[in-house]
């Protein structure tokens, strides 16, 4: 069997820089602050100098903690509940908010990266129950939930823990009259641009993007959250199982979908799969679902950042399902019309292009596979190096020019049919290999590549 290399179809990478810098001022861009919101008084001065001074960007590393979060979010809300229940919109005395999910009583989904784990979240997390404090006084509900995801960045010991809480607020009228003296002050000091009667955030002021313009050490307090001292906190480690038990199920869900992309660059692991009942080993059953979910919670938040569309550029990204003719599941990114792929990489230095066939050929394949299956020669692949710091440093784009693209077309349509038929017959000789890279630490070598003909692997599940 002649084995299949996209590297030979390649025909050159090159950096762009014009792309490069739309991408970083389009993960930037912030929407319109309009009404004050909840998270606005629980950092009201945070709050006035982001309206006053929208200019003032977030640090890059700042944009990828709340682009991690918000694909985390994402991702554990529709695990966790119905579209219909998901970021719901409330408001009450002018004051809006969005409570992560919300079906009988309002539920936060929280992420930290701290040193160890949480012993008392009451006193060390207050801003969570100051915020449901507040959805519970907007909704006239005094039960709430909070589900807190804690990565443990303990050097050489990188672990992640899920905790649950019960939460209760006896005092709505009380939370209500908190927040709206909150409000009046901050819409006094935005009336009259002066924020010196706010109190001091409790965040870090070091690392705020507003410590050049922020007296803060003139602020005449810092912020007490007096709603957090209202809560009744029980911890529920019966919820916080029953969660992770859900996210599990749907990640062995998730791997005996039908054909997608991916399993076109591994067809041998995608034909074990599809026949075996063999389910992925996991050294820590307790926090196997929350390490890959933080991962792709992160290429998920960053790509919905790059990827969403904006009234300023129409026609710049789109989300196309693959056509139709090819019986793939999944959706192709596309940046100006041409496919484009997202690249979280684990690398610690930037690839040099003489290297990038090599470093990323998986992402190069996927591109190829779109670029045929949409007749185009030229793909994009956005990389962000997660190790290294500096906008310039961290993100870069890519042009990858592809030639006989009638040829990757005929190949990845050949192997949609062979696969289907080495399923359907139980049979994978017809089967072209994986990368070989993936082979040494593959659950299946064993079997798959045995001298032909001995083939017996599994029966069908
Ligand atoms: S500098 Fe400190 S007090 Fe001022 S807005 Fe930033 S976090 Fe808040
Ligand atoms: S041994 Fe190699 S070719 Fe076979 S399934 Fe594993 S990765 Fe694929």
Redesign the pocket.
């Known amino acids: 069997m002649n084995q299949f290399r996209i590297t030979d179809y390649v025909e050159n990478v090159v950096a762009n820089r014009t792309d490069h810098d739309r991408l970083l001022q389009k993960i930037g861009e912030v929407s319109e602050r309009r009404n004050i919101s909840v998270t606005d008084l629980v950092?009201p001065?945070?709050a006035y100098?982001a309206r006053k001074n929208p200019e003032i960007p977030h640090t890059m590393e700042a944009k990828e903690r709340m682009m991690a979060g918000s694909g985390f979010h994402d991702i554990f809300g529709k695990l966790m509940s119905n579209k219909e229940y998901l970021e719901q919109y409330v408001e009450r005395e002018a004051i809006a908010g969005r409570i992560d999910i919300y079906e009988d009583i309002p539920i936060e989904l929280k992420t930290t990266t701290l040193l160890g784990t949480i012993e008392n979240i009451q006193i060390e997390k207050p801003e969570y129950f100051e915020q449901l404090g507040m959805y519970c006084a907007i909704i006239e509900k005094n039960k709430g939930i909070v589900i807190v995801k804690i990565t443990d960045s303990t050097p050489g010991s990188s672990q992640y823990f899920l905790k649950a809480y019960d939460v209760t607020f006896d005092n709505l009228d009380d939370i209500l009259n908190d927040m709206k003296i909150r409000r009046n002050q901050l819409q006094d000091a935005l009336d009259g641009d002066d924020p010196s009667s706010l109190p001091?955030?409790k965040?870090n002021?070091d690392t705020?993007q507003?410590?050049m313009i922020?007296d803060?050490n003139d602020?005449p307090t810092e912020i007490e959250f007096t709603i957090a001292k209202l809560a009744g906190v029980t911890e529920n480690p019966t919820l916080a199982s029953e969660v992770l038990e859900k996210l599990r199920t749907y990640e062995k869900r998730k791997q005996s979908s039908s054909i997608r992309q991916n399993d076109l660059i591994t067809p041998r692991k995608t034909y074990f799969k599809a026949i075996s009942e063999i389910e992925p080993s996991s050294d820590n059953q307790n926090t196997e679902p929350l390490e890959w979910m933080t991962r792709w919670g992160k290429v998920r938040g960053i790509e919905q950042a790059i990827f969403r569309r904006t009234s300023k550029k129409p026609g710049e990204s789109a989300n196309i399902p693959f056509p139709e003719d090819y019986e793939l599941t999944g959706y192709i990114h596309t940046w100006n019309g041409e496919p484009a792929i997202f690249n979280l990489s684990k690398l610690t230095n930037i690839v040099e292009l003489k290297d990038m066939k090599r470093l990323f050929s998986w992402q190069i394949e996927s591109l190829a596979i779109q670029c045929a299956l949409l007749g185009r020669t030229r793909g994009k692949l956005f990389v962000s190096y997660d190790k290294l710091q500096g906008d310039l440093a961290k993100m870069r784009a890519y042009d990858i020019y592809f030639k006989d693209i009638e040829k990757i077309k005929l190949e990845y349509v050949s192997r949609i049919n062979q696969l289907k038929r080495a399923i359907e017959n139980n049979e994978l000789s017809e089967l072209p290999y994986c990368p070989t890279w993936m082979c040494t630490r593959c659950e299946y070598n064993g079997t798959c590549l045995k001298p032909s003909g001995a083939l017996k692997p599994f029966k069908k599940g």
């Open positions: 950092s001065r945070q100098y001091k955030c965040w002021c705020c507003y410590n922020c803060y602020a």
